[in-house]
């Protein structure tokens, strides 16, 4: 017979606070978003990745000349060891997302202070683990077209450096700002998924770098990071504005689920995705391609029922069409993602080194009892 127990579950640990935080504040009903007590919008329009990551980091706006040192300390760290190419290489045929989570496990391997947990070690190593990601990320998808890599800039910032490294030609200043902003909000986000696992592998006192590796793994899922891959292979399924109705319709009716919309926290829409929806139609109107846009706009207009229901549109859902605009694989989507989110990660990491607890719920147990064990020859 199964246990009695009388416990009180929390399935999906919907609503549950585990700690406090400094570092973002989320309003899920009105739909805001505040990194250090700041508005994300005020950072999408006016700030940049690299100020951004200061905040998160170091708790304030860096004055000039701290931003300046801050963004030298990022491009001094932005080229790999030549066996993390080499790894690279090996594992050359793997999901990009695989490929990073291999990559900065590796990097392990290379970093002077991997095992040391204090809080000053934990922000160089986050800051070096931001300033490798793109290197990783590009690096790998020109070694699997065998091409050889490039070299990081030494003058670019992160955004417009990644696109450079990706396509080998220093990138339309309108098209590096797209890609900045898009890490400006994605930086940071509360106890998401991904953050909770870094958070749970930060909680036995493991280091940044396994905590980091446990996001990438975490954000892969087309529950988190996954989806904005998802909308644009449902874009260019539906091809036609036209065809979008019947298209999302006939999903819905199916059970299945219009990715790019959706939140466990927001009722109201993702502040962050008002931002990219006005950059997706700029860009697409810039690249002669707004169709894409439309489909988009669309799919929304058949959504507005659950819109009502507090299912709206998410980060995710105009982003893949900017990545796909710009030119950029589509397996690539989530890894510019975990690209934005390895300051966030570092801040989840801090905080809970800081004031250090295991992070180690219950399952209840509903299976059988008292099993007699039988011997293999008698089964
Ligand atoms: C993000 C997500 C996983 C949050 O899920 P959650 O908080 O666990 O919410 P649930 O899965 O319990 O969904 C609640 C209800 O809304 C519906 N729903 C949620 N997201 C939906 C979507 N994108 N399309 C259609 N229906 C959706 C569910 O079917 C469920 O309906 P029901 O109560 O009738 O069964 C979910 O909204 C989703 O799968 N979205 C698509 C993926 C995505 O865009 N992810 C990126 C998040 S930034």
Not at 182 to 199: K, M, P, Q, V
Not at 241 to 265: C, I, Q, S, T
Not at 266 to 278: E, I, M, S, V
Not at 301 to 312: A, D, F, L, Q, S
Request: with cysteine.
């Amino acid at each position: 017979m199964a246990s009695e127990e009388k416990v009180e579950l929390k399935r999906g640990l919907r609503d549950v606070y585990i700690d406090r935080t400094k570092s973002s504040f989320i309003d899920g009903k009105v739909g805001k978003l505040l990194y250090r007590g700041i508005n994300i919008d005020d950072l999408a329009q006016k700030s940049t990745f690299e100020e951004t990551i200061y905040l998160l980091l170091y708790t304030e706006l860096p004055t000039e000349s701290q931003l300046k040192a801050f963004q030298a300390e990022l491009i001094a760290n932005r080229a790999l060891p030549e066996d993390i190419l080499s790894i690279i290489e090996i594992v050359k045929d793997s999901h990009p997302m695989d490929v990073l989570r291999t990559g900065v496990s590796a990097l392990s391997a290379f970093d002077p202070e991997t095992e040391d947990i204090s809080t000053e070690a934990t922000i160089r190593k986050g800051v070096r683990l931001t300033a490798q990601a793109p290197t990783i990320v590009a690096a790998h998808a020109r070694i699997r077209k065998g091409k050889d890599p490039i070299a990081p800039s030494t003058s670019l910032n992160q955004a417009a450096n990644f696109l450079y490294m990706l396509f080998g030609e220093e990138p339309d200043p309108r098209d590096a700002r797209l890609i900045d902003k898009d890490f400006i909000l994605h930086a940071e986000h509360g106890i998401n998924a991904s953050s909770f696992g870094a958070r749970v592998t930060a909680s036995t006192q493991a280091d940044l770098h396994c905590a980091v590796t446990t996001g990438i793994g975490v954000l892969k899922g087309p529950a988190h990071g996954g989806a904005a891959e998802e909308v644009m292979k449902m874009a260019l399924d539906i091809g036609d504005e036209d065809k979008a109705e019947d298209y999302v319709r006939n999903l819905l009716k199916d059970g299945g689920r219009v990715m790019g919309f959706g939140h466990r926290v927001y009722r109201a829409t993702d502040p962050r995705a008002f931002h990219l929806k006005d950059d997706a139609k700029e860009l697409g109107e810039r690249k002669g391609q707004p169709k894409w846009f439309s489909i988009l706009e669309s799919v929304t207009k058949v959504m507005e029922p659950y819109t009502r229901r507090g299912i709206c549109q998410n980060v995710d859902f105009f982003s893949g069409a900017i990545y796909y605009l710009l030119g950029i694989p589509d397996d690539l989507f989530i890894s510019i993602f975990a690209m934005g989110r390895i300051p966030g990660w570092t801040v989840q990491v801090v905080e809970q080194f800081e004031n250090n607890i295991l992070l180690r719920p219950r399952l209840q147990y509903v299976g059988e009892m008292d099993v007699p064990y039988v011997p293999i020859e008698d089964r």
